[in-house]
């Protein structure tokens, strides 16, 4: 356990449906990133945050994507009109920046499976 | 996009005997980072190595790498069946301290 938490675990849904999830950093991290994860692959990185503000975004964010972090504490990423495509390991991961080194911390991430 | 490719991509040995993974990668880099992932779950930190530095030990880890080469490895020494995961190299990019860069991955299964 790194003391990462995200929410749920698991996702299903049928295709068109939103779904939203959680990420709880550790506590005194300033930064939170987002990563989806397909089968057989690496991580990808999808955006990140500084505190409350998002600073980065990868182009496989489309417009359907949407990430918070409105107290920079926890997270939330949102995916609309969820597509097949869309199905994936979703990690949330958070490091505490000092200098230039970045070790991150990652959650146990949330499987959706789009139906 | 992926910036690593591990090699090999999968590995199979034997309960004591030493595995290793390398890793490449394409552009320069501020630190590299080796990560374990079991089956289905999050991924887990085992060591960062930084540009500056060629080798790096953590208990029965070593790592390695070369910037000229961009290229780096990791050595586990007298494996145990617990070490049955998947190892992926990330990279920070040059100058970056914020987002991570993964390979492909190598699976590595010790079997008992």
């Known amino acids: 356990d790194t003391g990462v938490s995200q929410d749920p675990r698991h996702k299903i849904t049928k295709r068109g449906q939103n779904v939203t999830f959680r990420c709880d950093p550790i506590?005194?991290?300033?930064?939170l990133y987002w990563y989806r994860q397909t089968l057989g692959q690496g991580p990808e990185f999808l955006t990140y945050?500084?505190?409350?503000?998002?600073?980065?975004k990868s182009r496989l964010l489309s417009d359907r994507f949407s990430a918070e972090r409105p107290k920079g504490s926890f997270s939330t990423l949102e995916i609309q009109r969820t597509e097949q495509g869309d199905s994936a390991m979703y990690l949330c991961?958070?490091?505490?920046?000092?200098?230039?080194?970045?070790?991150?911390?990652f959650g146990p991430g949330t499987r959706l499976t789009v139906l | 996009s992926q910036q690593g490719e591990e090699d090999p991509q999968a590995l199979s040995i034997q309960e004591g005997e030493n595995a290793t993974m390398n890793c490449s990668y394409k552009?320069?880099?501020?630190?590299l980072q080796w990560y374990r992932q079991n089956s289905g779950r999050g991924l887990v930190h085992l060591i960062l190595?930084?540009?500056?530095?060629r080798e790096k030990h953590s208990g029965r880890l070593r790592v390695t790498l070369d910037t000229s080469k961009k290229s780096s490895s990791l050595l586990i020494t007298a494996s145990r069946a617990a070490d049955t995961a998947s190892y992926f190299c990330?990279?920070?990019?040059?100058?970056?301290?914020?987002?991570?860069?993964f390979g492909t991955g190598t699976l590595l299964a010790v079997q008992p």
């Open positions: 990330a990279t920070a990019p040059g100058g970056a301290t914020n987002k991570l860069i």
């Open positions: 991961a958070s490091s505490l920046v000092l200098g230039a080194y970045n070790e991150q911390f």
């Open positions: 190595i930084r540009s500056n530095e």
């Open positions: 552009t320069s880099i501020n630190n």
């Open positions: 945050f500084q505190n409350e503000a998002q600073l980065e």
């Open positions: 506590s005194e991290h300033n930064r």
